[in-house]
């Protein structure tokens, strides 16, 4: 693509994807039930005629349904065909991030803006070739801000299928590991650490597996969360686990190949001394002869240089 292509996209920047839109509902009991129940949330603070709704709706409030918004700008629609116009033919959505700044209670008007925050240069993804093309909306209840939705997605052209290389017909299992001479072996997935999870992974990076402790009620929670199921509270303090647990359930992964796993291998659902679960690899043990219920200890598994996890060495008895 040319420069003069990636100017036309950059002037999306800055202009709006929605103007003075307004949710088709006032926040409701209904949708909140209907949300909650979907997501298997029973928080009490989400039910009966005083509830709050749960921040993560906060898009939902804003949604257009089939028919769409009547606040939709011309500039989103724009941007859209002149990418697909170049080829960038698929969409799939990549990522959100949201910030609450006041809870939203049933009976609250929401209205919002959408402006087209970035149009990125060329990147090119497993998927495909493409631009990923932020949007931020900011939402308010009762006219007052009440949270922003930051959307992102890849406009791409879908990457090729190679054609199976001719001379190894019958040949089975996954790309990657096998790897020709000099191709850099595949890398386990990192993991996603943000502000909710960070204190996990830095105890992980001193051998320490912390579980969360409210400071409400005082009922653990692993993995972490930044308020209490049990009681809502957002205090927390943290307790080391002990390192013993039983292996709760299991499943031993064949198919699909995953580039940097080797299949068949256990991935176990750990119950920890503590009486939280977390889901780990089992080590120490063959696949097969992992158990329900199986006495395992918390060891550290250095990956890479970057990366190090707790695993779960089970003991054969
Ligand atoms: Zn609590």
Known sequence: MSDGFQDALKEFEGLPAAEAGVGKDLVNEAMIRHWCEAMGDANPAYAGPEAMAPPTMLQAWTMGGLGGHAGRSKAQDELFALLEGAGYTSVVATDCEQEYLRPLRIGDAITF?????????QKTTKLGTGHFVTTRMDVRAGGEPAGTHRFRILKYAPAQRKPKASGEPGKSGGPGKSGGPGKKPAQRPRPVINRDNAGFWEGVGQHKLLIQKCGGCGELRLPWLPG??????????TVEASGEGTVFSYVVMH???F??????YAVGLIELAEGVRMISNVVGVPHDQVRIGMPVRLEFLRVDEELELPVFRGSES
Request: glycine share 4%; net charge negative.
């Open 113 to 121: 803006d959408a402006v087209i925050e970035s149009v990125s240069e």
């Open 228 to 237: 209490c199921n049990a009681c809502g509270s957002q205090e927390w303090d």
């Open 255 to 257: 198919h699909p190949p």
């Open 259 to 264: 580039p940097a796993f080797d299949p068949p």
